[in-house]
């Protein structure tokens, strides 16, 4: 079992930067595979960024491709999400999920994944 807890979330104008952090409970963090999802209002959970255990592979929905970089320190059970150039259409709850299967790539689907944290607001103003 691993909690997972967001921080960083908040309101922010177009254009703006925001980096999102999310610490793991337990010192397996180094053998998930970690992603960020996000959820607008009447939207579904949608991909963000995944990265591989030791962070050498990074994968990004091609809205967020540019702009947006995930990155994590396994010795601080920390991922992150650097977000830059903001815009209103990324506004939504952001979510951290760990996958601890034994996949070898990061996945898009969000039920692949086990563990979730409680989600962070992003809003970005125009």
């Known amino acids: 079992q691993v909690q997972l807890v967001e921080v960083g979330g908040g309101l922010v104008q177009a254009g703006d930067s925001r980096r999102l952090s999310c610490v793991a409970s337990n010192r397996a963090f180094g053998s998930y595979l970690m992603a960020w999802f996000r959820q607008a209002p009447g939207k579904e959970r949608e991909f963000v960024a995944g990265i591989s255990r030791a962070g050498h592979s990074t994968y990004y929905a091609d809205s967020v491709k540019g702009r947006f970089t995930v990155s994590r320190e396994n010795a601080k059970n920390t991922l992150y999400l650097q977000m830059n150039s903001l815009k209103p259409e990324d506004t939504a709850v952001y979510y951290c999920?760990?996958?601890?299967?034994?996949?070898?790539?990061?996945?898009?689907?969000?039920?692949?994944?086990?563990?979730w944290g409680q989600g962070t607001q992003v809003t970005v103003s125009s």
């Open positions: 999920a760990a996958d601890h299967s034994l996949r070898v790539d990061v996945t898009r689907n969000p039920d692949q994944y086990t563990y």
